[in-house]
């Protein structure tokens, strides 16, 4: 099983800065990673997919990148409603299907 | 827009059968591009994939619940189904539908939409 470890656990993060989150993987998935946003009380919502891509209807203030065993999902400019916990999953060596741990990041 | 849609008991006592019911809004349920899977979050937790279904027949599941999971989609109700027996109370969580995307693949890949949530609670 591919264990995925995100880093760190909580980020403080004032809004309209940048957040930079780290996805490590235990062996390689190459780009075969997703990340998701949840938002308190909410269903996860599909951010970014092939490691890079956005998912229709996500503001271009939110990239990914990285390959193999590191990953970074970047939100260039932190806004009110980006404070949540955010999740990546590896869908290359399945099964099963693996997420992170999660991210928080809160105002600071 | 898509919407999907659990349902369900929220209350299971121990050793039981866990059954929840996700409705899709549209025909994508029949689509050759999309499995149908179910993910668990325990409260506080992080996420779970339990299993995903497609409406050929093919279906994948977590390692971890070994035979305690399946997963069926039944096209002519546009819904799909989890089972999970023998529950006890490291089953309590939030569990979420998800259409599974298999772009560019023959297999599940990511979940790219999501039903709201159902908490169940394995309790006696």
């Known amino acids: 099983e591919t264990v995925m470890t995100q880093s760190p656990g909580t980020l403080s993060v004032s809004p309209g800065e940048r957040a930079t989150l780290s996805c490590r993987a235990s062996?390689?998935?190459?780009?075969?990673l997703a990340w998701y946003q949840q938002r308190p009380g909410q269903a996860p919502r599909l951010l970014i997919y092939?490691?890079?891509t956005r998912a229709t209807g996500i503001p271009a203030r939110f990239s990914g990148s990285g390959s193999g065993t590191e990953f970074t999902l970047t939100i260039s400019s932190l806004q009110a409603e980006d404070f949540a916990v955010y999740y990546c999953?590896?869908?290359?060596?399945?099964?099963?299907?693996?997420f992170g741990g999660g991210t928080k990041v809160e105002i600071k | 827009q898509l919407w999907l849609q659990e349902s369900g008991p929220g209350l299971v006592k121990p050793s039981e059968t866990l059954s929840l019911t996700c409705t899709v809004s549209?025909?994508?349920?029949?689509?050759?591009?999309?499995?149908w899977g179910w993910i668990r979050q325990p409260p506080g937790k992080g996420l779970e994939w339990l299993g995903s279904?497609?409406?050929?027949?093919?279906?994948y599941y977590n390692p971890s619940l070994k035979s305690r999971v399946t997963i069926f989609v039944d096209t002519s109700k546009k819904q799909f189904s989890l089972r999970l027996s023998s529950v006890t109370a490291a089953d309590t969580a939030v569990y979420y539908c998800?259409?599974?995307?298999?772009?560019?693949?023959?297999?599940?890949?990511?979940?790219?939409?999501w039903g709201q949530g159902t908490l169940v609670t394995v309790s006696s």
């Open positions: 998800a259409r599974t995307n298999i772009f560019g693949s023959v297999s599940p890949r990511w979940f790219d939409s």
């Open positions: 549209d025909d994508s349920i029949s689509s050759n591009t999309y499995y």
């Open positions: 279904a497609h409406y050929r027949g093919s279906s």
């Open positions: 062996q390689s998935v190459n780009s075969n």
């Open positions: 092939d490691a890079s």
């Open positions: 999953q590896q869908y290359n060596d399945w099964p099963p299907l693996t």
